[in-house]
């Protein structure tokens, strides 16, 4: 099938467009454990899927003058009689919203998912709902009758298929809603990487008034609706067998009899109701929406109420947004962008501690499942610091409050506080048992940095004031450590310990003068002249001890390597100008001429890149044929993997293989020219 693939709806007069193929296709991405993507070009070509790749199926079906297509979701009981699917046109992804274009039968269907993730709104991005639109116009001529079918299975609801569930029919005002749920409800009973939610309840509803029946069955009611256009009279009664394709389904129906070229639009809405999203030091903590005693009926009503509304705030949110970034780094910087934005929203989830405070915890998704991990905060941070500081606050709030209690003893910052959802105290390593196996200077530097930008963003150092001890002992951890790092971890910690890292002893440096900065803010000049003093001095040293003739070492102890000088981004990007704008120079001619097909490997050790530290190295100079020469290949990367997941961070620059990691929040670091500009 020829197809055009798109990334963006803006005026053709603003841009062209760039036509990014995503290797898989966000449609409801709320958090790490709402997140479903469609992982094949055609929406009809496979099963919908948890990003774990799990199934978590949704069908589509449009009955037109009695005959059926399939738009989403291949043949619910697969037997010989195929249900054919409709043509897809285009596929579009904004930053909220995926769109589907459709024709079969002299019909055009418009399918969009809408998820108004608005970053800077609390209230609006932590509710974990997305609307599924359908929009369908006859455009042969000749009137038809049409019957559209939408659904969604149990497994949205359970971690592994022989879990029972449970299943009702409730209302909420004038919405109408089916919900499912496991019988155990284990709420926040274990934690991992590899897991589906099975605790709570997920919901398909319907607002009032448009005209749509629902009914819960098992998979056989997709069958009946394409034979007869209905749902069953009934409900599901009785406990399905287990078996995947005969598990209970939650379906709705809307039936036009007479369409012609004016379209028709309906909409329903899927919701999950987790309950209790985290538990923080053994205390459960609620979602951010439920803070104020908000719960489910409420949140369906008030989203009906305010879905025209919010479509419209998200076109305009998308146009704003979708122009910025172009502005910041061209077409394909912003394809690239705009596909890592969903995804980097869906890698968190946002509570209320017990004081009303906001929290914003991640998961180290497709890895070890961490909490909180800081080497995951700081990659991911750019997208909220430019967009969101107050999220970019409430992320960093946990970790400063884990760090100051007397159960973490040690001089640095820790590497995590939990595993996903349990924050009670870091797994990493040794976790708080001994320094083995710890990231000392890489996690110290990351906080230091990350509440110097965070300073900058707001205007104000008040979280750095409120945690003002233990960020000076993290700091002098690193004016003591960090020149010359001993054999230990890196946030790259696939690579392996490695000792005189000159990477990591820029992050050290940067970070010393991030701490002066901070002391500035906060009336203390002593402080600040004795730490950028010392910055200073141990930048001069780091030149003269990684110099390698035409680039920077990989360490300092040995010749003939290199890497990517990720970290140096933030000497520009929060004004410190410690080291000479030579170094970037020098590295970036090097850069270039070492790239392979897919881009800059992260050093000379291995041919894998990650697309986070990619993006930061193309800001480095601050020039945009710099930038481009960095970034083409990582379109082209994305365009071309035969890896069909959700944005991988960590993948092979020769053949554009992921090597391991998918759907992280880290991509959210692909939003660095936001703050460190190319022109």
């Known amino acids: 099938m020829i197809m055009k693939s798109v990334l963006f709806l803006l005026p053709l007069s603003l841009w062209a467009q760039a036509g990014l193929r995503p290797p898989a296709t966000p449609l409801i991405t709320h958090d790490p454990y709402f997140s479903l993507w469609s992982m094949t070009d055609e929406l009809t070509a496979d099963d919908t899927r948890h990003w774990t790749e799990s199934p978590q199926p949704i069908g589509g079906i449009l009955r037109v003058d009695g005959k059926p297509f399939r738009f989403i979701g291949v043949d619910a009981d697969g037997d010989d ?306 967009l969101s500081p107050r999220l970019m606050r409430a992320m960093l709030e946990p970790i400063l409050q884990y760090s100051s209690l007397a159960r973490w003893r040690f001089p640095f910052a820790p590497h995590d506080i939990g595993q996903y959802p349990l924050a009670n105290g870091q797994r990493y390593g040794d976790g708080e048992k001994s320094e083995d196996g710890q990231m000392p200077i890489e996690e110290s530097g990351n906080m230091l940095i990350l509440a110097a930008a965070l300073a900058k963003a707001e205007g104000s150092a008040a979280l750095a004031e409120r945690y003002w001890p233990v960020l000076t002992k993290w700091a002098a951890y690193l004016r003591e450590k960090g020149m010359d790092p001993e054999n230990q971890l890196s946030t790259d910690d696939f690579a392996g310990y490695l000792a005189h890292n000159a990477n990591l002893s820029i992050k050290a440096i940067v970070a010393l003068g991030a701490y002066a900065q901070l002391a500035g803010a906060l009336k203390q000049p002593a402080v600040e002249k004795d730490y950028i003093d010392a910055a200073r001095s141990m930048a001069v040293r780091w030149c003269e001890m990684a110099r390698d003739g035409d680039h920077y070492r990989l360490a300092f102890d040995r010749p003939g390597t290199w890497s990517q000088k990720y970290n140096l981004v933030w000497d520009r990007a929060l004004g410190l100008n410690l080291f000479p704008k030579e170094v970037a120079a020098t590295e970036m001619a090097f850069y270039r001429r070492a790239q392979n097909k897919y881009g800059l490997p992260l050093d000379s050790r291995e041919t894998y890149a990650k697309v986070d530290w990619l993006v930061w190295t193309a800001t480095l100079t601050g020039d945009r044929s710099d930038f481009d020469a960095l970034i083409d290949p990582l379109f082209n990367l994305l365009n071309e993997t035969p890896s069909r997941v959700p944005m991988t961070d960590f993948y092979y620059t020769t053949d554009g293989r992921h090597r391991k990691y998918r759907a992280r929040p880290v991509v959210g670091g692909v939003y660095m020219p936001l703050l460190n500009p190319v022109q």
């Open 81 to 386: 009689v195929a249900t054919p699917a409709m043509k897809q046109m285009s596929r579009t992804v904004t930053p909220t919203r995926t769109i589907y274009e459709f024709e079969a039968a002299g019909l055009a269907l418009r399918l969009t998912f809408l998820t108004p993730a608005f970053a800077g709104d609390l209230d609006v991005l932590s509710r974990p709902l997305t609307y599924v639109i359908w929009n369908v116009r006859s455009v042969d001529g000749k009137p038809h009758s049409v019957a559209v079918y939408l659904d969604a299975t149990s497994e949205m609801a359970v971690n592994s298929l022989d879990q029972d569930v449970y299943w009702s029919r409730v209302r909420a005002g004038g919405v109408s809603a089916l919900r499912v749920g496991s019988v155990g409800q284990k709420i926040l009973s274990r934690s991992g990487d590899h897991l589906r939610i099975d605790w709570g309840y997920f919901y398909l509803a319907l607002p009032p008034g448009l005209g749509a029946n629902l009914a819960s069955g098992t998979p056989s009611m997709q069958r009946q609706f394409e034979g007869t256009g209905k749902l069953p009279e009934s409900d599901l009664l009785d406990l399905p067998s287990r078996y995947r394709r005969d598990c209970v389904t939650l379906a709705a129906a809307w039936t036009i009899p007479h369409l012609d070229a004016r379209p028709v639009e309906r909409w329903a809405m899927m919701a999950y109701d987790d309950l209790y999203s985290i538990q923080y030091l053994d205390r459960n903590l609620r979602p951010w929406w439920r803070r104020s005693g908000m719960g489910i009926g409420e949140l369906l009503q008030t989203s009906a109420a305010e879905f025209e509304a919010l479509r419209q705030r998200a076109v305009d949110y998308d146009r704003v947004l979708t122009t910025r970034l172009i502005k910041a780094g061209g077409e394909r910087y912003a394809g690239i962008a705009v596909l890592a934005y969903r995804q980097a929203l869906a890698g968190h989830k946002l509570v209320a501690d017990i004081d009303g405070t906001p929290l914003y915890f991640s998961k180290e998704i497709s890895s070890n499942g961490c909490i909180a991990t800081v080497d995951i905060t700081y990659p991911s941070a750019p997208l909220f610091i430019a």
